[in-house]
């Protein structure tokens, strides 16, 4: 026979009612009742069903994560920062890996993974905010990332082209005058790519000097591809003195085929990246990166939405976000 609350209440000395705030974690309870309860739980081997909790109360103190690779380093150390941040509220987060592909991204606005969940951290790629806005439903939603930025949706990002600038302007005031850029997609204006393009832009207009498309080196975020993307650069003759990857692992793999092909770096080439992954300092020479205050946005994406879930914030209106950033300079780009 199953064990019941009831079961435990009478090994515990309890009330069923203070198992039950045991199990959802009320914070008004003495510390040694807590664990008589937790003792009975364990002795017991009790199991709370959570679905028919979840019935009772409308919470399932669950959060919905969907970020589109998880693989790529800075998503999966974002995704343990929002995990150790949503824990620290009481709430576990469900993860679900997008690939980039539309109908994944939507079926996780409606579909099961949306029911077994309080609110959704949601990262989209490849469907738009009117997509988004007609299958949202009534649980929070808070963005994460610069894809959609519409005022009908809580946003929490990153300072792209700012950062972009700042770390263009490092390089240039070290002297280097022909910084290549990798990972650019030069159609975009919008997104991380679009966005840090332009910031790039920005910071040479500044400094005076004229862009040259020839030193852009569009490709996709991957390492191989920021190491193919130099060596095009090399084999066609380009000259340039810096690479700014516009991710890590773009400019891991930039320095990587540089010294491979006896470019010393930094004493010829600088590079620098961005997103300040836990590989870039021990790298070897270590990465010059922009940190983008990825714990930052953990902490006040998770804060924000259990806001929205728990009825603190209730703005009509989305509320954006940009956490701060620094210039890590490191040895690839002193």
């Not at 005031?173 to 990972?183: L, M, N, P, T, Y």
Request: proline share 4%.
């Amino acid at each position: 026979m199953a064990v019941t609350m009831n079961d435990v209440a009478r090994a515990a000395g309890v009330s069923l009612k203070t198992v039950s705030n045991v199990l959802n974690d009320y914070e008004f309870i003495r510390p040694a009742t807590k664990q008589r309860v937790q003792d009975a739980i364990a002795e017991l081997g009790y199991e709370a069903n959570l679905t028919a909790r979840s019935l009772r109360s409308g919470k399932t103190r669950m959060l919905g994560l969907v970020l589109s690779d998880l693989s790529a380093p800075y998503y999966a150390e974002l995704a343990s920062r929002l995990m150790k941040a949503a824990a620290q509220r009481g709430y576990r987060v469900l993860v679900e890996q997008s690939d980039a592909v539309a109908d994944v991204e939507l079926n996780a606005l409606q579909g099961p993974f949306r029911q077994l969940t309080d609110g959704l951290l949601f990262t989209p790629l490849m469907i738009d905010a009117e997509a988004i806005a007609a299958r949202v439903g009534k649980k929070p939603l808070v963005m994460l990332g610069e894809h959609i930025l519409d005022p009908r949706f809580d946003l929490v990002t990153m300072k792209n082209g700012e950062a972009a600038a700042a770390l263009t302007a490092h390089l240039l005031a070290a002297g280097r005058r022909r910084v290549a850029v990798v990972g650019a997609h030069p159609e975009e204006s919008t997104g991380s790519s679009g966005l840090r393009l332009n910031g790039y832009r920005n910071a040479l207009e500044q400094a005076g000097i004229p862009f040259d498309p020839a030193l852009i080196a569009p490709c996709e975020w991957r390492r191989d591809n920021g190491a193919a993307a130099v060596a095009g650069l090399l084999e066609k003759g380009v000259e340039f003195d810096a690479v700014f990857g516009l991710n890590d692992v773009l400019a891991l793999g930039a320095m990587h085929e540089l010294l491979i092909r006896g470019v010393r770096v930094p004493d010829e080439v600088a590079v620098a990246g961005f997103d300040d992954i836990d590989e870039a300092r021990f790298a070897s020479p270590s990465l010059t990166t922009v940190s983008p205050g990825m714990e930052e946005i953990a902490e006040r994406s998770v804060a924000l939405l259990l806001d929205r879930i728990e009825g603190q914030e209730t703005d009509s209106q989305g509320v954006h976000v940009e956490a701060g950033f620094r210039l890590k300079i490191r040895e690839s780009a002193p």
